[in-house]
């Protein structure tokens, strides 16, 4: 065996088992060094006790664990991108360097700056599809466009998808891992201090009860999210646990897709509508009307309910988060991107792709939109959906002594504001096309 070593670079792919970067790495002969880059570019504009970065931190030493018991260690490095690799490639003889792509626009622009640099060095930088079953092209139109609308999309994804050819041959043999042992930086060494909020365990057999419960948010659902936007089980594993039956939660799946190629594909979205023609619209952004959404004070229950689950526990039930959205742009008339950010810094499965997607969704001025005279009404959703309260009653404590606001708008009065906004924000903005 050459002492010469590859090195695996992971990001959101938090796992040793079903990593596709690592399985070639390993195969390639070299020894293999795993490696993690506390990211200061990233870490520097979230909370310090930020619960994603105390499950990333909390998953990396159950990482290392597994290493040292292999013979090896995870090495951690805190500092921005570049001056990681400054630091590897000067200590190391790196030969290879292995990672699984991330299709997010920081991500791309990172890894093109980490690329240039490593090939002025002569070091190859492999990347490979994991964290996706279609990447951005492999899922088009016949005239070889993106979809941009998801029926379609969902209809091909599922022509193209073999199950047997796609969960197969993601196994490692760790036999060639490089000797070592390193010292795992606290919390504390990169700024943080531990969350009270905990990241829910990954149970499957959640999965399995979705499609009956997924409309209920006292039910509680997958709660697989967080494990997925971190990489802690792989998208191969996931699917391979679904039956026939579970056809509605792969379709989440693939909106999960979906969502990604359109991010990557046009990446004005990111704070921009995708459709033009509603930047004509008159948002009214009154901030004291959104603290009352952000802190769960509106007098709408369901609306309420979902944003101090949000709060405390950094979840919100889907159907709740529909609700909620609409409630802001239609009922407040706030622009979807005060809520769009709200949800960042908060959930503990954002993904920016999923985050974008569904708040444009809401707001109907994404790809694929809910039509902008859909409003949802917070109380009748709160009668189909949550009928005996106990969603309510859990998260809001005070809503039956007496202390509960009344409604803040009338919802008839706010759905003929909203759609009067809407109709002329879209008649100034007629002659522009997405």
């Known amino acids: 065996m050459s002492d010469k070593i590859s090195i695996v670079w992971i990001r959101r792919d938090l796992r040793l088992d079903d990593n596709t970067a690592l399985v070639h790495a390993l195969n390639r002969g070299n020894r293999v060094l795993m490696l993690f880059i506390f990211d200061e570019d990233i870490l520097k504009n979230l909370p310090k006790d ?5 499950f990333i931190h909390d998953t ?8 040292n018991e292999k ?10 991108p570049m001056s990681a690799w400054e630091k590897i490639t000067a200590e190391y003889e790196v030969v290879e360097v292995f990672a699984n792509k991330d299709y997010e626009p920081y991500a791309m622009e990172r890894d093109n700056m980490i690329r240039t640099f490593l090939d002025e060095k002569g070091i190859p930088f492999h990347t490979f599809k994991d964290q996706v079953i279609f990447e951005e092209n492999e899922v088009q139109k016949d005239d070889g466009k993106p979809y941009t609308v998801y029926t379609p999309y969902k209809n091909k994804w599922l022509k193209k998808f073999d199950r047997n050819a796609m969960l197969n041959n993601h196994e490692a043999h760790f036999k060639n891992l490089y000797p070592c042992s390193f010292t795992m930086p606290t919390l504390h060494d990169i700024g943080f201090g531990r969350s009270g909020v905990k990241v829910p365990q990954l149970n499957l057999e959640r999965v399995m009860d979705y499609t009956h419960k997924r409309e209920f948010p006292i039910e509680t659902t997958t709660l697989v999210g967080p494990h997925l936007r971190f990489g802690t089980i792989s998208i191969r594993k996931l699917i391979a646990q679904l039956k026939i039956e579970d056809a509605v939660y792969l379709n989440e799946l693939i909106w999960r897709e979906f969502f990604m190629q359109i991010l990557y594909h046009f990446p004005r979205v990111v704070n ?5 023609q509603y930047d004509f619209i008159k948002w009214r952004n009154n901030e004291r009307e959104f603290d009352r959404w952000c802190n769960g004070t509106t007098g709408y229950p369901l609306v309420d309910a979902g944003m101090r689950q949000l709060n405390n526990a950094g979840f919100m039930h889907n159907r709740v988060r529909m609700v909620v959205a609409s409630f802001l742009c239609k009922h407040l008339l706030i622009d979807w991107r005060w809520g769009e950010a709200y949800f960042a810094a908060k ?3 954002y993904d920016l792709s999923a985050n974008n997607g569904n708040w444009q969704w809401a707001a109907g001025t994404g790809c694929d939109a809910a039509p902008y005279f859909r409003v949802f009404n917070p109380s009748e959703q709160l009668k189909k959906f949550d009928k005996d309260l106990k969603y309510v009653r859990k998260w809001i404590p005070e809503f039956d002594d007496g202390n509960y606001p009344e409604p803040m708008v009338d919802h008839q009065f706010a759905r003929k504001r909203a759609l009067d906004a809407y109709k002329k924000g879209l008649q100034e903005g007629s002659g522009y096309n997405s």
């Open 50 to 54: 930020d619960a994603r970065v105390t």
């Open 60 to 67: 990396l030493n159950s990482m290392d664990r597994s290493l």
């Open 71 to 80: 013979g090896s260690s995870l090495l951690c490095i805190y500092g921005t």
């Open 272 to 276: 921009n509508n995708f459709k033009q």
């Open 347 to 349: 959930l503990l499965d």
